[in-house]
Structure formats: C-alpha cells, structure tokens
C-alpha cells in the first residue's frame, strides 16, 4: 500500500516487480538524480 488507489490501477496489468518499476521511473524520473536510481536497482 505504498501507492495511491489512482497510480496503482495503471500499473495493475504489468505481471512482475521489474516491469512495474521500469514502468514507473519511465513515468515519473526526470533525469536529475542517477544515484539515487543507482541505489534503487
């Protein structure tokens, strides 16, 4: 529950960890912090 209901249905089809996380730093990393992308894979 570490997601709004909102954000959470978009990603409900996507059947692993890997393609929910790819799916989520393609919709909201802007390029500004590669450390902390580093540190999140």
């Known amino acids: ?3 709004s209901p ?3 249905k ?5 059947s692993t960890a890997r ?3 790819s799916a989520l ?3 909201f990393y802007d390029g500004s ?3 902390l992308v580093f540190s999140l894979h």
């Open 19 to 21: 393609e929910i996380w």
């Open 6 to 8: 909102e954000i959470m």
């Open 10 to 14: 978009c990603y409900l089809r996507l």
């Open 1 to 3: 529950m570490s997601m």
């Open 33 to 35: 912090d590669e450390l």
């Open 25 to 27: 730093s393609k919709a």
